[in-house]
Nanobody, 124 residues
Framework: QVQLVESGGGLVQAGDSLRLSCQDS??????MGWFRQAPGKEREFVAA???????TNVADSMKGRFTISRDNVKKVYLEMNSLKPEDTAVYYC????????????????????WGQGTQVTVSS
């Protein structure tokens, strides 16, 4: 069983940086991703990383500001810089069981497990 716990959200000002963390407590190898959902909007892809961290992908609108990484197989980070008010959303961590694949995944439907989400609020 995979359990995902996000942390690091909070209230910041425009231009600030924030780092979100996601701890995967399961035993399986997982590719992981971050999604976000702003009030009144659908959930959208933010970034994804392969199980070993060797391959990553960031949504075009966030490239250059957001970075995804993992310092071990079971913990993933989302580094967010130059935050804007429109980045305000609940950020969700997701995991997909994989078998030694160096692949990342962008679609919600690809993921097997989801965290509870962490709120990020950016004030202007």
């Amino acid at each position: 069983q995979v359990q995902l716990v996000e942390s690091g959200g909070g209230l910041v000002q425009a231009g600030d940086s924030l780092r979100l963390s996601c701890q995967d407590s399961g035993r399986a190898s997982t590719a992981m991703g971050w999604f976000r959902q702003a009030p009144g909007k659908e959930r959208e892809f933010v970034a994804a990383i392969s199980w070993n961290g060797g391959s990553t992908n960031v949504a075009d609108s966030m490239k250059g500001r957001f970075t995804i990484s993992r310092d071990n197989v079971k913990k993933v980070y989302l580094e967010m810089n130059s935050l804007k008010p429109e980045d305000t959303a609940v950020y969700y961590c997701a995991a997909k069981k994989v078998s030694w694949s160096n692949t990342w995944f962008r679609r919600e439907i690809d993921y097997d497990y989801w965290g509870q989400g962490t709120q990020v609020t950016v004030s202007s």
